[in-house]
């Protein structure tokens, strides 16, 4: 019915900068908030930032400053720049959506996922 996927992860020294982008297709009718959380090895999965269809914004302190989420509602598509990065932003990084599809049901839908890695 409805897939998300990521693209853009990848190998990036510290200091350097990421785009990841998830675009959403299938019987969509409109999508909710949308957002970017992270999960490293051994942790648990964490809010990284969420958008809201009026673009309003949010982010987890740690990336304050450093990330900007935004989207583009009408490719259905969030982007996460990710810019100064640290090691310890290495995770999997998942995009998630809320979304009402045309046959009426809402549910939350996952990507899954994309690797960041920043070596020091």
């Known amino acids: 019915q409805v897939q998300l996927v990521e693209s853009g992860g990848g190998l990036v020294q510290a200091g350097g900068s990421l785009r990841l982008s998830c675009e959403a297709s299938g019987s969509l009718f409109r999508i909710n908030d949308m957002g970017w959380y992270r999960q490293a090895p051994g942790e648990q999965r964490e809010l990284v930032a969420v958008i809201t269809s009026g673009g309003s914004t949010n982010y987890v302190d740690s990336v304050k400053g450093r990330f900007t989420i935004c989207r583009d509602n009408a490719k259905n598509t969030v982007y996460l720049q990710m810019n100064s990065l640290k090691p310890e932003d290495t995770a999997v990084y998942y995009c998630?959506?809320?979304?009402?599809?045309?046959?009426?049901?809402?549910?939350?839908?996952w990507g899954k996922g994309t690797q960041v890695t920043v070596s020091s």
């Open positions: 998630t959506a809320d979304i009402w599809l045309v046959a009426g049901w809402r549910n939350d839908y």
